[in-house]
């Protein structure tokens, strides 16, 4: 509850638009904050933000370097947890964050607020008060500063300073294939970098969503936090994998891709929708369900030869290539029969049977291969018999790769582009990219990218209370693996 008294004109308090806070029951004697009146919530700009307890008593801790220009002083705070709530900040972005409640001290007052944990450290102020924290006690003077007592940093020499620690990683890899080559890689490096890795088989888990405290279940026992998901989901169970994603993504883990990027990429007429949003060069494209007017789908591919492409087709399964006009309309006239989503896009013949794979990880081109169709055919997939070498790839292949990672909004992606005469097209965006053929034509360890690029979003780490790396305890091994093929 917020603590609303009646209002005394003389308990009224002034305050500027930058004020001292203290929020003394959780350990923060002294920070800076704007009074942001255009704000409905109270923020924070905390790290390390984790989630504990059971669900009927959640917490959160988080770490918050109080001082902007001394990251080195950091305070570990924990505090129940009394929601979730979506916030759209400042650049426009949603997002989902924990609120704790907690009694903020200025001047003299002293109230309970509702604060909002983000993770936005390159802020100048560590904390926004919102108009929801500010009731007719307060009046709100936008044009000065400091009406209230002026409190200081030097609160914080008389705290012990926690250093942070490399903590193992509990990384959960949701796959249906835990022996395959990539599963096997980035288990092996995780491992070796001394995390534990977990394999969660997608279909095996269910959900409890819950508004504060979601948890996934799995074989009858709630799923301990995962300080990461490297979600690797087949085409045939998207839209549930989606929703076991997004569920470790309420619970706080640091998914590699989230859910919306998946199926951002898996939904081709919404990846293209995005892409050409964001002015990506693509192959022109048509899309169709069930067109009568089927020349004129063709003429808007900038008719034959084109290349039709059913909608749900994988590894160049469903690619087809009318040479002519009239093999186009009869391939068209096939796929409506079905009744199926389909594409028709200009061939880019110049392409001549090859594409570029390039491996995106956390805004890096981190490896690039050219697929070589065999003769006679024009897919390059490796499942069509194509072959694969490392390949060289240009600034302006870099950047779009780069660019189409990030509007889609992946962390991990492959990202398939054509080279056509007027520069590099953008085919297609694979959120579960294999890095079998990639490592093996490149010598290059994608693996251990995955892995570095989890550490580096996870961290800053956070001292456990008794000072010794707390070792998570590897508990789906105790789970056996129902008919996983060798
Ligand atoms: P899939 O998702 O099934 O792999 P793609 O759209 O990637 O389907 O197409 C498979 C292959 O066909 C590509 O790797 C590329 O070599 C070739 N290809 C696809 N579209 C075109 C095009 N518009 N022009 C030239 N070649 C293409």
């Known amino acids: 509850m917020i603590d609303m008294m009646p209002v005394d004109p003389t308990k009224q308090i002034f305050l500027g638009w930058e004020e001292w806070i203290a929020l003394p029951k959780i350990g923060i004697p002294a920070l800076t904050v704007k009074i942001d009146t255009g704000a409905r919530t109270s923020a924070l700009h905390a790290f390390a933000i984790e989630p504990f307890g059971s669900a009927k008593k959640p917490y959160v801790r988080f770490g918050i370097h109080p001082i902007p220009d ?82 200081s940093y030097d609160l914080y020499g008389k705290l012990k300073k926690a250093r942070p620690i490399d903590r193992p990683l509990r990384i959960g890899l949701l796959t249906r294939e835990p022996k395959n080559y990539t599963s096997r890689r980035i288990i092996q490096i995780a491992e070796q970098r001394g995390h534990v890795c977990e394999v969660i088989n997608t279909t095996r888990c269910y959900m409890n969503i819950n508004a504060v405290a979601p948890q996934v279940m799995y074989d009858g026992r709630a799923l301990p936090r995962f300080d990461a998901i490297i979600p690797r989901i087949g085409s045939s169970i998207t839209s549930y994998g989606m929703a076991v994603v997004r569920q470790f993504d309420l619970m706080g883990s640091f998914c590699v891709n989230k859910a919306a990027a998946i199926g951002a990429s898996r939904d081709k007429l919404f990846a293209h929708q995005i892409l050409a949003q964001h002015k990506i060069n693509m192959p022109i494209t048509a899309f169709a369900h069930s067109p009568h007017d089927t020349s004129a789908l063709i003429d808007i591919a900038g008719g034959a030869p084109l290349v039709v492409k059913l909608l749900e087709g994988t590894q160049g399964n469903g690619v087809v290539l009318g040479e002519t006009a009239n093999a186009a309309e009869s391939v068209i006239g ?47 997939n490796v499942h069509q018999g194509g072959d694969v070498v490392a390949a060289k790839i240009t600034r302006a292949e870099r950047l779009i790769a780069l660019k189409a990672a990030k509007v889609i909004g992946l962390g991990v992606a492959g990202v398939d582009i054509l080279r056509s005469n007027s520069g590099p097209k953008v085919l297609e965006i694979n959120s579960s990219p294999g890095i079998q053929g990639i490592e093996r034509a490149t010598g290059a360890d994608v693996a251990t990218k995955i892995v570095e690029y989890i550490e580096k979003n996870v961290g800053p780490k956070i001292r456990s209370k008794r000072g010794r790396k707390p070792t998570p305890e590897k508990i789906t091994e105790a789970f056996a693996e129902p008919g996983t093929a060798a």
């Not at 001290?105 to 904390?127: A, F, H, V």
């Not at 049977?353 to 995106?360: E, I, K, T």
Request: include cysteine; aromatic fraction near 6%; hydrophobic fraction near 40%.
């Open 334 to 380: 096939a796929f409506r029969g079905l009744k199926a989503n389909f594409l028709v896009q200009e061939f880019v013949k110049e392409a001549a049977g090859s594409d570029l794979r390039c491996l995106v990880i956390g805004g890096r081109v981190v490896a690039s291969m050219k697929r070589q169709a065999r003769d006679g055919e024009f897919r390059a």
């Open 70 to 151: 001394h990251p080195d002083v950091e305070v570990f705070c924990s505090a129940p947890l009394v929601d979730r709530r979506e916030v759209i900040s400042s650049n426009g972005e949603k997002e989902l964050r924990y609120v704790i409640r907690t009694p903020a001290r200025i001047g003299d007052l002293q109230w309970d607020i509702d604060i909002t944990l983000t993770n936005r450290e390159n802020m100048q102020y560590r904390m926004l008060l919102g108009r929801s924290a500010i009731d007719e006690r307060m009046i709100v003077d936008p044009n000065n500063s400091f009406h209230q007592e002026e409190l």
